[in-house]
């Protein structure tokens, strides 16, 4: 069976992680994007929220987008960590749908809490029924809309649920401050079977205070 | 607007500046120019040229500062018959990384070099000698004192730009910190706030090479019979450390230049084409540089450390209030990127706009000299979005962007 054929995961809209990552951002805050892509949530930033930003890609087109929109810019690897981010620089660092993609996640939002009071990310949840239905009836691994490739291509590495992810969270002694279940295109405080309804899930988190 | 929206293809056939005449100008006639070494200079003449027009407004001005051997001639032909352009032109003309179309672009030859502007080989007016070795000791804060001055004499009060690369880099490093006033945006190319200790290594050769020539003669030799010979020297050590050994490779391997066999003769002085090529290098280099010059420049060079002026570097960069965009390459093993990426960090801790990217090219150091087209898609957008922001704060419709201020 072909990728295209199977059930792909969606990935949420860029709408609506945008909406829900600014609306738990503070005005005038430090924000550091990682994977800022072409720095259309910067600019947003910058603009309506009056935030002083900072974009981190590994793209050259990228890089050559966010500083056509006049924002800094700078190349790193995530999969390298964030060593080149002095500590508690920022306010808030954002990671969106890209947590599953790199090679340590624990040890990006180790850093992430670093060089930011608080992370926000956004994660898919392959514990979403139908990717267990997938898994049960074809026999097949999940996949998301935004990556339909094959499991030996995929850039996606870790598939994890949002029990997995919450377990990561308490093991890293972290304080989960906000977690948004995303339900058929809407994210919600708190919903009946969130594991088993939502296909990503949106957190803010912060170190747990001494 | 995306990186997509100005496709390569699409854009109009680039133009050069043409013939360009420079122009020199005498400053610090009235007092002298006090040096770091607490000597003083004065007048000083330098050379220099502009391309473009400066706007009505005065904001569009861009400086360009050259590297350790350059000149004041960074675009456009001498005379029609000229053989090569001038050192950046790839990256200044019409439609070029910076755009003369729409900026004004100024460089002048650095204090204490030897095309145009005072130094060891001009004639100190006090003796009507020339200065050679007696000339005072030269930093990179002197050169940039002199540039920051030319810019007030042309009357303009805000720079909508600076760049450069390698030691014009550092000038670039040090008028930003020096006269944050003066400057909106800082390029950084392929530079850094100090040369590592390998770098003076092979400076201090260099320099070696010059002083055990017997036609040294203590710096006074008759500019007509220069120490051709350890200044050649100089040059080809210099010009290995601006190559990459991936680059020799490529261009030259293990060929030879004049036969297919080994000549087994001691006396024979080039056999392989990187010997020859390098001998070529040097024997350009008598033609135009002078030994002395060489040994100030240089020197400048080793000393200048931005750390240790300012006790961290992120204290130097707190000073500065441009923003900045840093550039390395990664084959450039005389700046490596791990320089560029200290750099941007130290901005990034005190909170400046900072933008930092590595290039890949194989040409070593020189990268920045030869592969202008990564460059210029990079400092094109960065300078033309500078000069927008700046225009909204004077103008004082920013809301978007408050003005660029350190400690925010």
Redesign the interface.
């Known amino acids: 069976m072909s990728v295209s054929n199977r059930y792909q995961l969606p990935d949420i809209s860029v709408r609506l992680t945008d909406e829900l990552i600014m609306q738990h951002i503070d005005e005038s805050s430090?924000v550091i994007d990682l994977g800022c892509g072409?720095g259309r949530l910067l600019e947003r930033l910058?603009?309506e929220m009056?935030c002083?930003v900072?974009g981190i890609d590994v793209e050259?087109?990228?890089?050559?987008?966010?500083?056509?929109?006049?924002l800094?810019?700078?190349?790193a690897n995530l999969d390298e960590g964030l060593t080149?981010?002095?500590s508690s620089?920022f306010d808030f660092a954002v990671l969106s749908q890209t947590l599953q993609q790199v090679k340590e996640p624990r040890q990006l939002l180790t850093e992430m809490l670093r060089v930011a009071r608080r992370a926000l990310v956004v994660v898919p949840n392959f514990g979403y029924w139908r990717v267990r239905m997938e898994v049960l009836w074809h026999g097949r691994t999940p996949v998301t809309s935004n990556l339909p490739y094959e499991w030996h291509e995929s850039p996606n590495l870790h598939f994890m649920s949002m029990f997995d992810f919450r377990d990561l969270i308490q093991s890293m002694g972290l304080t989960i401050v906000k977690e948004s279940p995303i339900i058929r295109g809407h994210a919600v405080d708190r919903a009946w079977a969130a594991n088993l309804r939502a296909d990503s899930v949106f957190y803010l988190l912060e170190q747990r205070l001494q | 607007?995306?990186?997509?929206s100005k496709p390569q293809s699409a854009r109009p056939p680039t133009q050069s500046v043409g013939i360009v005449k420079p122009e020199t100008v005498s400053l610090f006639t009235d007092s002298p120019l006090t040096l770091v070494s607490g000597q003083t200079i004065g007048p000083v003449t330098v050379e220099y040229e502009t391309y473009g027009r400066l706007n009505d407004a005065r904001d569009n001005a861009i400086f360009v500062c050259h590297a350790l051997t350059g000149d004041a001639h960074a675009a456009g032909l001498c005379n029609p018959n000229d053989r090569k352009p001038g050192w950046w032109d790839a990256l200044i003309g019409t439609g070029r990384g910076i755009d003369t179309e729409d900026y004004f672009v100024i460089c002048a030859n650095v204090l204490g070099g030897c095309q145009g502007t005072t130094g060891p080989g001009s004639v100190n007016p006090e003796t009507g000698h020339r200065y050679r070795l007696n000339f005072p000791f030269l930093t990179v804060s002197d050169i940039v004192s002199v540039h920051s001055e030319l810019v007030r004499y042309l009357e303009i009060d805000r720079l909508c730009g600076i760049v450069g690369g390698s030691l014009g880099g550092m000038q670039v490093l040090e008028w930003s910190v020096r006269f944050p006033d003066q400057i909106a945006a800082a390029i950084v190319v392929a530079s850094g706030h100090r040369l590592s200790a390998q770098g003076i290594a092979f400076n201090a050769v260099g320099r070696r090479a010059i002083y055990a020539d017997p036609g040294f003669e203590q710096g006074n030799y008759d500019p007509k019979n220069p120490p051709r010979f350890g200044l050649a020297l100089a040059r080809m050590i210099a010009h290995i450390t601006y190559l990459s050994e991936d680059s020799i490779e490529l261009k030259f391997g293990r060929r030879l230049q004049d036969s297919d066999e080994f000549a087994f003769d001691m006396l024979k002085e080039t056999e392989f084409q990187i010997e020859s090529y390098l001998h070529y290098q040097g024997k350009r280099f008598v033609q135009r540089f002078d030994a002395n010059s060489y040994l100030y420049l240089s020197r400048a060079m080793d000393y200048f450390d931005l750390k240790e002026s300012y006790d961290t570097l992120a204290a130097a960069c707190k000073r500065a209030t441009c923003?900045f965009?840093v550039v390395s390459y990664d084959t450039d093993w005389l700046f490596p990127t791990s320089q560029s990426?200290e750099l941007?960090?130290a901005l990034?801790?005190v909170?400046k706009?900072?933008?930092?990217?590595?290039l890949n090219c194989s040409f070593g150091h020189d990268s920045f000299l030869i592969d202008i087209d990564?460059l210029a898609?990079?400092i094109q957008?960065?300078i033309d979005?500078?000069h927008?922001?700046e225009r909204r704060r004077m103008t004082g419709t920013s809301?978007?962007?408050?003005p660029v201020t350190s400690g925010?």
């Open positions: 430090r072409d910058r603009r009056n002083r900072q050259r087109s990228n890089l050559v987008s966010v500083i056509q929109r006049g800094p810019v700078i190349a080149d981010i002095p620089s | 607007m995306s990186a997509h923003r965009l990426r941007t960090t990034m801790e909170r706009h900072v933008s930092f990217l590595e990564p898609e990079l957008p960065f979005q500078t927008a922001d809301k978007i962007c408050p925010l």
